[in-house]
Antibody, heavy 123, light 106 residues
Framework: EVQLVESGGGLVQPGRSLRLSCAASGFTFDDYAMHWVRQAPGKGLEWVSGISWNSGSIGYADSVKGRFTISRDNAKNSLYLQMNSLRAEDTALYYC????????????????WGQGTLVTVSS | EIVMTQSPATLSVSPGERATLSCRASQSVSSNLAWYQQKPGQAPRLLIYGASTRATGIPARFSGSGSGTEFTLTISSLQSEDFAVYYCQQYNNWPTFGQGTKLEIK
């Protein structure tokens, strides 16, 4: 069974940093692109970032470009999101999701999703 | 950025009836469209990809159609477990989602 388990969320002050992790199991991790998708409280879904199987290609939403960095460690079956210069509008549940191809920009539908980790940016 | 617009925002349907949800793209996305179902407190679940291909384990009462800019998700006979929020997502370009349609019991 494919499983994605996020961790690292919490309450953080504006301008500070946080690093999210996603532990993957049940599939060959380094065969697939991985993504982060977020959902602000009571709101819809927003794609944040995607990374290809070998980290050779990465994409970001304009809203996080220059502040967030996605990475992966295939030896550890893990995905990460380093979030710097956090803002109140970054408050959301952050989901880790598996893509359906090795490239983040191809066949980039998301299946499955983890249960999410909540990030709250507030002073 | 490709903007996805879903309609209606809320749809009230009785169990056993058919539900039709719409999704429109601001420019052509070919057939690069997915549908998700999200229940309260749960992560989204993939229903449809490639505009019309059901994901593994998805019941046949769910069907998707359309291409280009106009797409439809049809649930042929609503079951109690189908009342949820549904999102469309295009992946022809940087992925973007619609704002969601809440399917509620009439």
């Amino acid at each position: 069974e494919v499983q994605l388990v996020e961790s690292g969320g919490g309450l953080v002050q504006p301008g500070r940093s946080l690093r999210l992790s996603c532990a993957a199991s049940g599939f060959t991790f380094d065969d697939y692109a991985m993504h982060w998708v977020r959902q602000a409280p009571g709101k819809g879904l927003e794609w944040v970032s995607g990374i290809s199987w070998n980290s050779g290609s990465i994409g970001y939403a304009d809203s996080v470009k220059g502040r967030f960095t996605i990475s992966r460690d295939n030896a550890k079956n893990s995905l990460y999101l380093q979030m710097n210069s956090l803002r109140a509008e970054d408050t959301a549940l952050y989901y880790c999701a598996k893509g359906d191809s090795s490239s983040w920009y191809e066949d980039s539908w998301f299946d499955p999703w983890g249960q999410g980790t909540l990030v709250t940016v507030s002073s | 950025e490709i903007v996805m617009t879903q309609s209606p925002a809320t749809l009230s349907v009785s169990p056993g009836e058919r539900a039709t949800l719409s999704c429109r793209a601001s420019q052509s996305v070919s057939s690069n469209l997915a549908w998700y179902q999200q229940k309260p407190g749960q992560a989204p679940r993939l229903l449809i990809y490639g505009a019309s291909t059901r994901a593994t384990g998805i019941p046949a009462r769910f069907s998707g159609s359309g291409s280009g800019t106009e797409f439809t998700l049809t649930i042929s006979s609503l079951q109690s477990e189908d009342f949820a929020v549904y999102y469309c997502q295009q992946y022809n370009n940087w992925p973007t989602f619609g704002q969601g349609t809440k399917l509620e019991i009439k």
